[in-house]
């Protein structure tokens, strides 16, 4: 099973930027789907966006859609949400999370409850 670390979180003023990072260990990241998840305080875990285990697919929830970037690099085993034009509403711990798919379908999963392992959570902080 994958292991996942992420980093990038911080403190950001609204407007601003925040790269997010998630490194898996392993030497089979390619078969994986990827996924970025977020709670906020009081809130349930909900979706951020998506990838293919290719990356040629991808899904954003409507809330970041225009603002973030999903990407993969397969080569270096690490998946990363580029968060632009940061609001208050995205203050929250950000998760990445993995589904094994070996090599079928190229596709993305935005329900949380079929992935199979997930990072420690790094916090994003967007003060107004």
């Known amino acids: 099973q994958v292991q996942l670390v992420e980093s990038g979180g911080g403190l950001v003023q609204a407007g601003g930027s925040l790269r997010l990072s998630c490194a898996a260990s392993?030497?089979?990241?390619?078969?994986?789907?990827m996924g970025w998840f977020r709670r906020a305080p009081g809130k349930e875990r909900e979706f951020v966006a998506a990838?293919?285990?290719?990356?040629?697919?991808?899904s954003y929830a409507d809330s970041v859609k225009g603002r973030f970037t999903i990407a993969r690099d397969n080569a270096k085993n690490t998946v990363s949400l580029q968060m632009n034009s940061l609001k208050p509403d995205d203050t929250a711990v950000y998760y990445c999370?993995?589904?094994?798919?070996?090599?079928?379908?190229?596709?993305?999963?935005?329900?949380?409850?079929?992935?199979?392992?997930w990072g420690q959570g790094t916090q994003v902080t967007v003060s107004s």
């Open positions: 392993g030497r089979t990241f390619s078969s994986y789907a």
């Open positions: 999370a993995s589904k094994y798919v070996a090599h079928g379908a190229d596709y993305y999963y935005t329900n949380d409850r079929t992935y199979d392992a």
């Open positions: 990838i293919s285990r290719s990356g040629g697919g991808f």
